[in-house]
């Protein structure tokens, strides 16, 4: 039950972002020829930012925060190797307490710890597979920003 708060918890977070949207120079930036656009919420302790495609569909959320999510990563749902500015990480499949809705296969999420006060928590809402693999290249790519680095979040 606390996994599927977890969860929901992060839905309420993200909808709240795409309330508050506004472009910030604070999350990292997107290769152009992604097509994705960056909508993002910006608060005194955390950064959250969404990625839409042109077709409106969120692919991809990003929250730096200096709180550890506490997110509950089951070793059993983990899938691939990858990484994250500078960071090895293992993407895994949500927990959602057993339900697995549309697109579930396609899903990921992870958690990195920068280091004692930094975390970036990022979701991964592919269509297909091949979505998903770009994504998570695109991942792997980013950079976190100056003023996010220096800021603690």
Not at 38 to 67: H, N, P
Not at 74 to 80: D, G, I, K, S
Not at 132 to 147: D, E, H, K, W, Y
Request: hydrophobic share 40%; with cysteine; proline share 5%.
């Amino acid at each position: 039950m606390n996994v599927l708060r977890a969860v929901v918890c992060v839905c309420l977070l993200v909808t709240a972002g795409a309330v508050a949207a506004q472009t910030t120079s604070e999350c990292p930036s997107l290769p152009a020829s992604s097509g994705l656009q960056w909508q993002s919420l910006v608060q005194r302790d955390f950064i959250l930012c969404k990625a839409t495609a042109a077709d409106g569909r969120e692919v991809l959320s990003l929250t730096l925060s200096a709180r550890n999510p506490e997110l509950p990563l089951n070793r059993a749902l983990r899938q691939e190797k990858g990484g994250f500015a500078g960071e090895t990480l293992y993407w895994y499949q949500p927990d959602l307490g057993g339900q697995k809705p549309p697109g579930y296969d396609t899903r990921r999420i992870t958690v990195v710890k920068f280091d004692k006060n930094r975390f970036a928590q990022i979701a991964l809402y592919a269509g297909d597979k091949s979505e998903l693999g770009s994504l998570q290249t695109l991942a792997q790519g980013m950079n976190l920003t100056p003023s996010a680095v220096a800021a603690g979040r």
